[in-house]
């Protein structure tokens, strides 16, 4: 990265707000399809986003390698992308290793190495870490983007990826050939943020392991959220929202088993006084939700789209701040900042509302019905 | 006694034309500092006595009278000043230790007042608290994430005890004996009307004061007066003392001739002895020992109320606090070295310790990185003076904050700083039954819930400012401060930025 950008500082050196567009596409019945509709949505958004970053996350878009973990690594130097490959053997089986496929495009430039890995953990290194296979895979992750300098994983996930860079989001998805890929959900982000730094980590979605979050708005609890998930073992190297949304949710999620409702009820708590509303039973829960994990809660506007392997959840702040749509087609499920980027690619739909506030939408693929990999728990009584 | 080189520090300056020669100053003062001269038939005044505590200058009438500091001086010196030679003098004389009340005159530095907050503008909407929910309830306790769901995947709610409160201020520690029936009704009062908790102080609970009982700390000191079974549940925390910002590392000693009845059978000590708090608890002298006077105190109320532990600021404080975070405590309560007190060595109050500010940064940040903030709740005191400071305060990592010398301004307190005198001519910290009357209950309670209202109306304009509409969501949050006039040392200890940055 030397040299790169020299006069301002980097995303993760510096704090920048950002505004933005999102918008995201799901198929119920898991019907794949490619990345073209989500460009074309984002396309609409244009002025929500200045070319300072634009990314996708699509889902079910590696089946003939779906058992393996997908690593989306930027390098900025060949000395940063070995450093790197040595690690990734030392703790993985490498299956296969390519660079991604792009096109050049005149509005993308700067462009780092883009590689692409399909790895397992080594069994042996597994098993002495006594650590589940997803949380070894997350330590590697964060290890990998705290410690080796000019290496970057954007994407960690199994039979998903992130595919991301400075630039228009439209401009973005042909550069890494979308129309190539099929997946039955995919979500897509244009930036706008207030600083120029313009470092390819920095646009959006954020993920880590199958999460992907895209997001709108600028929170004004960050360093609270930060703290606090620090504690657990997160890095936070890009001082980014984005960044701190995902750490939690995988926190809340995966690491602590609670339902996304459950996780929208922490990071979106509903005011005290609708929890003093509720039947006592609802009211221990909330209450139990709101003040074990408080440091979590997210003020500030935000709408996100949280992506995971099954489904999409979005989510807005509590006062609703930040703009976002949904709408349902057949077996579509449409979210989006504005009902212009549902209507360029879904013109009638059978159902179009404004989520309120707080209030998680969650769509899961019918396969999933009843849940699979932690993502739909029991219901708790929420 | 020889010659007194001691020229009184106060001039009482008294305009004639308007004084009409009612005595009320002569009344009011305790000090009898006024008095009437018979054969000039006009007030005089002995300055010696007097402590400029404006009691007298709030009830004259006429407004006949100030309260000057003296011109007299020595003759200047940048090393030996007037206040030092005058104490030398004192101690010739007197051959004891110095005694001081309230928190330190001096001009150490003051981080509140060098810390900067910050707001929204453009990038995201600040938010007006006239229109929108802004939530300032706190708990406090220990906050384990461990899930436990029952068979059908419900959440197990139950949590260790909580204390639940309003607004993220108390009343910190002042007891019956130190401060007056009145004051501390006034304080008790409050707090149950404010939805918050005062503390009992370590001189036990008055009868009269059971009923306040959930919205009261009792404590347990060195001397463990008035400590015994009912009192312990009388409370909604149990606080244990380990230590004072005012006087770190020193016991206290109220004077016999404050123990009338009514203090004898709340400390549970005979009339008239003195009540000597021991420097050390001595069933407590190391980290192991804490852990088994927490649990004593926790058998004792069935694991129904958190337990506090109190200690002073000081140097290796961050080690102290991360030992108690694991001793079974709920929560730490922090004393900076500013806290005030009713009575300590002037020496001891002046020198020992280190300022809050830097205390709550360098523990806050310590549980965080071993991993434990969320077992413990951090409560700081020692001169939150504003809301502008419970807002610092709770930004750099606390969860509530302690006051009292705020609270005593509110109950009409001057900060004479001779609590130790006994003689307070407010009502406040005295046990003269002619003294105590001058202060209404009523009338002191609601002072202080109008001040904390007042704080918490400021304390929602700000945060509405930063477009945080819960405190929760301030808790810890350090880039809402930035640091103005700061060394990169003390801005590291703070973990805030400079203003610019």
């Known amino acids: ?382 | 006694m020889g010659i007194n080189y001691l020229y009184p520090d106060f001039e009482v300056v008294r305009n004639f034309d308007r004084c009409i020669t009612c005595r009320v100053c002569e009344r009011q003062c305790a000090n009898e500092v006024h008095s009437f001269d018979e054969l000039r038939q006009r007030m005089k005044a002995d300055e010696s006595k007097c402590v400029n505590c404006h009691r007298c200058v709030s009830l004259c009438p006429t407004n006949a009278l100030k309260i000057v500091k003296t011109d007299h001086t020595f003759k200047e010196n940048a090393n030996w000043k007037g206040e030092v030679i005058q104490d030398i003098y004192r101690q010739a004389q007197s051959g004891g230790v110095l005694l001081a009340s309230m928190g330190t005159p001096k001009s150490y530095p003051v981080y509140w007042d060098k810390m900067l907050v910050n707001a929204s503008q453009v990038t995201n909407p600040s938010i007006d608290p006239l229109r929108e929910p802004m939530e300032t309830r706190t708990y406090l306790g220990q906050k384990s994430t461990k899930i436990v769901r029952d068979g059908e995947g419900r959440i197990m709610t139950k949590t260790s005890p909580q204390l639940k409160l309003d607004i993220p201020i108390m009343f910190s520690a002042m007891s019956y004996g130190s401060i007056s029936y009145n004051a501390h009704k006034s304080l008790a009062l409050a707090a149950q009307k404010l939805g918050i908790l005062y503390n009992t102080g370590e001189g036990g609970l008055h009868e009269d004061f059971y009923k306040y009982g959930k919205n009261t700390i009792v404590q347990v000191a060195s001397g463990r007066f008035g400590v015994h079974p009912g009192y312990l549940n009388a409370g909604a925390a149990i606080e244990i003392k380990m230590g004072q910002g005012a006087k770190p590392g020193i016991g206290g000693h109220l004077p016999g001739s404050k123990i009338g009845e009514d203090i004898s059978k709340t400390r549970m000590i005979p009339l008239h002895s003195d009540a000597i708090s021991p420097a050390p608890h001595h069933d407590i002298y190391s980290i192991e020992d804490l852990r088994q006077l927490v649990f004593a105190l926790k058998e004792a109320t069935a694991y129904t109320k958190p337990v506090i532990v109190k200690v002073a600021a000081v140097h290796n404080i961050s080690a102290i606090a991360s030992g108690i975070a694991r001793s079974g405590a709920d929560i730490i309560a922090i004393d900076g070295f500013r806290g005030g007190t009713g009575a300590a060595p002037a020496r001891t109050r002046d020198n020992v310790g280190i300022p809050i500010e830097l205390a709550l940064a360098s523990v806050d940040e310590r549980l965080r990185q071993e991993g434990i903030r969320n077992n413990v709740s951090l409560v700081v005191g020692g001169s939150i003076r504003s809301s502008s400071d419970v807002l610092k305060a709770i930004a750099l990592g606390a969860d509530a904050v302690y006051i009292a010398t705020s609270a005593l301004i509110a109950l009409g307190c001057h900060l004479c700083r001779t609590c130790h005198s006994g003689k307070c001519n407010w009502g406040i910290a005295t046990q003269n039954p002619e003294l105590v009357k001058r202060l209404n209950p009523e009338i002191g309670s609601d002072h202080l819930v109008n001040l904390i209202t007042a704080w918490n109306h400021e304390l929602k304009e700000m945060m509405g400012g930063m477009g945080i509409n819960s405190i929760e969501a301030l808790r810890g949050n350090r880039l809402m401060l930035r640091g103005i006039g700061l060394n990169e040392t003390e801005l590291g200890i703070l973990g805030i930025a400079h203003a610019g940055q």
């Not at chain 1, 995303?11 to 950002?18: D, H, K, L, M, Q």
């Not at chain 1, 080594?122 to 330590?139: C, G, I, N, V």
């Not at chain 1, 042909?174 to 120029?196: I, M, Q």
């Not at chain 1, 936070?236 to 809340?252: A, F, N, Q, R, S």
């Open chain 1, 1 to 382: 990265m030397e040299g790169y950008h020299q006069r301002c500082p980097l995303e993760g050196e510096v704090r920048i707000p950002s505004g933005c567009a999102i918008s995201g596409i799901i198929s119920r019945s898991g019907k794949r399809f490619c990345g073209r509709e989500a460009i074309t949505s984002i396309a609409v958004m244009h002025d929500r986003s200045n070319g300072l970053g634009g990314g996708y996350a699509g889902y079910g878009i590696y089946p003939e390698y779906a058992d393996f973990y997908a690593l989306h690594i930027f390098y900025y130097s060949n000395e940063a992308k070995r450093g790197c490959e040595e690690f990734l053997e030392e703790h993985f089986d490498l299956i296969n290793l390519s660079k991604i496929p792009t096109e050049k495009h005149p509005a993308i430039t700067d462009q780092p190495l883009i590689w692409r890995y399909f790895v397992t953990p080594l069994p042996t290194k597994l098993a002495f870490s006594q650590l589940d296979e997803k949380e070894y895979t997350a330590r590697c992750v964060i290890k990998v983007n705290r410690d080796i300098e000019g290496a970057y994983v954007f994407s960690s996930g199994k039979n998903m990826g992130v595919f991301k860079a400075v630039g228009f989001p439209e401009d973005v998805g042909e550069f890494y050939r979308l129309d190539d890929y099929e997946g039955y959900s995919w979500t897509v982000h244009g930036r706008y943020p207030t600083n120029t730094p313009g470092w390819w980590g920095g646009a959006h979605p954020f993920s880590l392991l199958d999460y992907t979050i895209v997001h709108n708005g600028e929170i004004s609890s960050y360093d609270a959220n930060r703290r606090f998930i620090e504690m657990y073992g997160y890095a936070c190297t890009l001082k980014t929202d984005t960044e701190v949304i995902t750490y939690m949710i995988d926190y809340l999620n995966r690491r602590k088993g609670l339902t996304l409702k459950e996780v929208a009820n922490v990071i979106a708590a509903p005011f005290w006084s609708t929890i003093e509303a509720m039947d006592d039973d609802e009211k221990q829960v909330y209450t139990y939700l709101r003040n074990t994990f408080a440091s979590m809660l997210i003020t500030g506007p935000f709408s996100i789209i949280l992506g995971f392997n099954g489904g999409l959840m979005a989510l807005n702040d509590r006062l609703k701040l930040r703009s976002l749509v949904a709408a349902e087609k057949d077996d579509r499920v449409y979210l989006a900042s504005e009902e212009a980027a549902i209507r360029i690619i879904e013109p009638n739909p059978d159902r179009l509302w404004y989520p309120r506030g707080g209030k998680p939408v969650i769509i899961t693929l019918d396969s999933l019905e009843g849940g699979k990999d932690g993502h739909q728990l029991p219901v708790s009584g929420l």
